[in-house]
C-alpha cells in the first residue's frame, strides 16, 4: 500500500468531512494551488483511498425511522448456501449493511423501514424467503448515540 504524507492525510480528512468543498477550498486550507490538490485527489481516486462521493440522507425525512440489526444464523455452512444468501441479500433494497460474521451468528444485516409492521412484512415476504436461514434474532435501535461515517486518519 502507497504511503500517504501529511498532505494527503489532511486532504482525506477535510474531504470525509464536506465533500462538497472544491478544489479551491481546498487548496486554501492545505496553502497549496489548485493543480497540486487536484492530482492529489485524483492520485487518492486511483489508488482506491477515496471509493466514492455522496449525499448523506436524514433517514427520518425519507420515512424510515426504524433501524434494526439483524442477526442471521445459516443452517448449512457450504460455499454454495453461503453464496447465495449473499447474493439474494444484496437484491433488498431496506438493507443497507450486510457483514459476514465470525462467531454465534453468520451475518449482521443493518435493515431501515419504515415502521414495526413494515419491519414485520419484510421478515415474512422477503428475508424469510431466502433458503437455508436457521434463526432471526432482531435488535430494535431506541436512540442513534453516534454515527460517524468517517475512518480516523492518523
Known amino acids: 500500500m502507497e504511503q500517504l504524507d501529511e498532505i494527503d492525510k489532511k486532504l482525506l480528512r477535510l474531504l470525509q468531512e464536506d465533500a462538497k468543498l472544491t478544489t479551491k477550498e481546498l487548496a486554501a486550507q492545505l496553502s497549496l494551488t489548485l493543480s497540486p490538490v487536484y492530482e492529489r485527489i485524483k492520485r487518492l481516486e486511483n489508488l482506491g483511498f477515496i471509493k466514492q462521493y455522496v449525499a448523506v440522507l436524514d433517514k427520518n425525512l425519507l420515512g424510515q425511522p426504524i433501524t434494526t440489526f439483524c442477526q442471521v444464523s445459516m ?37 431501515h423501514v419504515s415502521s414495526l409492521e413494515r419491519y414485520h412484512n419484510f421478515v415474512k415476504y422477503k428475508l424469510s424467503e431466502i433458503e437455508n436461514i436457521g434463526t432471526l434474532n432482531s435488535t430494535f435501535v431506541l436512540k442513534e448515540i453516534k454515527h460517524d461515517l468517517g475512518y480516523p486518519i492518523h
Open 75 to 111: 443452517r448449512y455452512h457450504d460455499k454454495a448456501f453461503i453464496d447465495k444468501f449473499e447474493e439474494e441479500i444484496k437484491k433488498l433494497e431496506e438493507v443497507q449493511e450486510c457483514y459476514h460474521m465470525a462467531g454465534q451468528v453468520d451475518f449482521l444485516l443493518k435493515i
